[in-house]
Nanobody, 118 residues
Framework: QVQLVESGGDLVQAGGSLRLSCAASGSIFGFNVMAWYRQAPGKQRELVAS???????NYADSVKGRFTISRDNAKNMMSLQMNSLKPEDTAVYYC????????????WGQGTQVTVSS
């Protein structure tokens, strides 16, 4: 079973940048889609960005133009470059991998805290 481990969360001022990384313990070739989700206190977990095995990306409207998702199948890693951070980006960010197959299976990391101060 592949394990996902996030890193890169930190405290940053508004307008700053962070780069989150998600390292997989095994091959990510088996993930049809990989994504970043976030969950702020008192709110539901929401999709931030996703990338397919073919490289197609999708972003939440709230982060379009500021965040960039990427995956490196050779290195079994996924990243999220976050620029122009806002206080409302404060949340725990989770790495997700969705396997091929029916039904697909979801894999989650433990999360990394991003805090943006105003």
């Amino acid at each position: 079973q592949v394990q996902l481990v996030e890193s890169g969360g930190d405290l940053v001022q508004a307008g700053g940048s962070l780069r989150l990384s998600c390292a997989a313990s095994g091959s990510i070739f088996g993930f049809n889609v990989m994504a970043w989700y976030r969950q702020a206190p008192g709110k539901q977990r929401e999709l931030v960005a996703s990338v397919t095995s073919g490289g197609t990306t999708n972003y939440a409207d709230s982060v379009k133009g500021r965040f960039t998702i990427s995956r490196d199948n050779a290195k079994n890693m996924m990243s999220l470059q976050m620029n122009s951070l806002k206080p409302e980006d404060t949340a725990v960010y989770y790495c997700n991998g969705q396997s091929y197959g029916i039904p697909s299976r979801n894999y989650w990391g433990q999360g990394t805290q991003v805090t943006v101060s105003s």
